[in-house]
């Protein structure tokens, strides 16, 4: 690594811009155990934490020469550890209320459903509803909740991934849980 170590974050900055993997490098090996333990505070485990960062310092490579950093280079890295933790605990919450309504749903269902044949049935009949609304959904909105829901990807990087802003993915996504519900409820209520 030469003389990169000694080099100012400023530097660093200008280097990686230029795509010098050397300087991202140093950039990483500077910064990679305080963002942790940073992202530490935020995340579930030590390694959700680890994996965090990662994500971090994988991105900033792939965009690096699209980055236009106009704070401190610390100040770029600990904001954009912060925002990725954010997303992260947002993610993990949206999906965990997610499942806990469709598990509340299932359990009500299973104190009202006599056989295993017939749990089995109103099983089958719950996923093929859930997929034909997913189906008629408007194709942003169904790409948004695909993208959030089954493939587990974050907002920014949906919205990077449509073209859209970020608010319109949250708007395509709380659209379509409401459709979501909607749909499943009424068929809790034919069922039951």
Not at 19 to 36: M, Q, S, V
Not at 163 to 172: D, P, Q
């Amino acid at each position: 690594m030469s003389d990169y170590g000694k080099y100012t974050d400023e530097r660093l900055a200008a280097l990686l811009q230029q795509g010098d993997k050397e300087a991202f490098t140093a950039i990483y090996e500077r910064y990679w155990k305080p963002l942790w333990a940073f992202a530490a505070n935020a995340m579930h485990t030590e390694e959700d934490a680890r994996d965090l960062v990662q994500e971090v310092f994988g991105a900033i490579w792939e965009k690096h020469a699209g980055i236009h950093i106009h704070t401190s280079l610390k100040a770029f890295l600990y904001k954009t550890t912060l925002r990725k933790a954010i997303q992260q605990v947002d993610k993990a919450r949206n999906a965990n209320a997610f499942r806990e309504g469709l598990q509340r749903q299932l359990e009500s269902r299973d104190a009202h459903a006599g056989s295993p044949t017939e749990r089995r049935l109103a099983e089958q009949e719950l996923v093929e509803r859930f997929e034909r609304i997913v189906a008629d959904m408007p194709p942003k909105m169904q790409e948004a909740f695909t993208a959030s829901r089954l493939e587990e990807k974050s907002y920014q990087e949906i919205a990077d991934g449509m073209g859209i802003s970020r608010e319109s993915v949250k708007t395509h996504i709380k659209h379509a849980l409401k459709t979501l519900r909607k749909g499943l409820n009424t068929l809790f209520l034919t069922i039951f």
